[in-house]
């Protein structure tokens, strides 16, 4: 099951992706200049230094496509920490990975004409050495609606079925149907500063691991390309091992590059 999730991830990305192109190719009666890519790439690295020595680095990248047609967005994330701790009984140092994620989300939104609805098609995977999942991956179509916009303002809700696949770090794999829905919030307090939400619900239909992830950054831009962002993200599952926590949530002050 989980291969067939990870595919059908790889497929439905692939096949939105290539249909776009071909879209602007075939039914564009007059030229239309695509604009470039856009979005942030943000870095984080925290020292410690002392009883505990420690280096964790962390980044994030939110990409974006505006087409005449399509929306295409991809969010990436890492998550590499190390500590350093002396052994008490040999007086040697030992190094020990102590954090260790990765996770990709692609999806792309079919933009009706002359309208804020959509029809999006979505694809996530995520590994996390340490986390109460070993590994997680879903599937998801549906409908979206760009409820509010000003300028650069903006609120998107989007909802529909789709299939998950999570893998415990203990205990029996399950995969499932669940209902997706999640809404993405940017306000720009000024031309330099701005705060985004984004809030995702992947509901089990089948009395499986039902998750909720949260995300939350202020951005204040230092000069046209970089900017300090102070973001905090909440991950809850509803069905992890008895040793595991339900919530895991991550604050982080970072650097990040836009273009």
Same mark, same amino acid.
């Given at each position: 099951?989980?291969l ?8 439905l990305?692939?096949a ?21 890519? &856009? ?10 230094r002392?009883?505990t ?7 994030n ?5 505006e087409?005449?047609?399509f ?9 590499l ?16 990975t ?16 002359r ?15 340490? &986390?109460?999942f ?7 179509? &549906? ?10 303002n903006y609120?998107?809700f ?5 299939m ?5 770090s203990?205990?029996?794999s ?12 940017e ?6 500063s ?5 809030l995702?619900?992947?509901?089990s ?25 102070l973001s905090?993200?909440?991950?809850y599952d509803s ?8 919530t ?10 836009s273009?």
């Amino acid at each position: 099951m989980r291969l067939v999730v990870a595919l059908s991830a790889v497929l439905l990305c692939s096949a939105v992706s290539v249909h776009a192109q071909e879209f602007q190719k075939k039914h564009g009666e007059e030229e239309v200049t695509i604009p470039p890519w &856009g979005g942030d790439v943000e870095v984080g690295v925290v020292l410690s230094r002392g009883n505990t020595e420690a280096t964790a680095v962390r980044t994030n990248a939110e990409l974006q496509h505006e087409l005449q047609d399509f929306r295409n967005k991809y969010y990436i994330q890492t998550l590499l920490q190390r500590n350093t701790q002396t052994n008490s009984a040999t007086g040697e140092k030992e190094d020990n990975t102590t954090g260790q994620r990765v996770g990709v989300t692609a999806q792309s939104n079919y933009k009706f004409f002359r309208s804020d609805s959509s029809l999006f098609g979505r694809a996530a995977y995520l590994n996390d050495r340490f &986390g109460a999942f070993r590994e997680q991956s879903s599937v998801a179509v &549906g409908y979206a609606n760009r409820l509010y916009e000003d300028g650069q303002n903006y609120f998107d809700f989007e909802t529909g079925p789709g299939m998950a696949y999570d893998r415990p770090s203990e205990g029996e794999s399950n995969s499932g149907m669940i209902w997706y829905a999640a809404g993405n919030f940017e306000y720009h307090f000024s031309e330099t500063s701005k705060f985004k939400q984004t809030l995702e619900y992947a509901i089990s239909l089948d009395g499986h691991n039902t998750s909720y992830p949260s995300r939350s950054a202020i951005t204040a831009q230092i000069n046209n390309e970089l900017a300090l962002r102070l973001s905090v993200n909440i991950k809850y599952d509803s069905d992890v091992g008895a040793d595991k926590k339900s919530t895991d949530s991550e604050t982080a002050a970072s650097v990040v590059y836009s273009f």
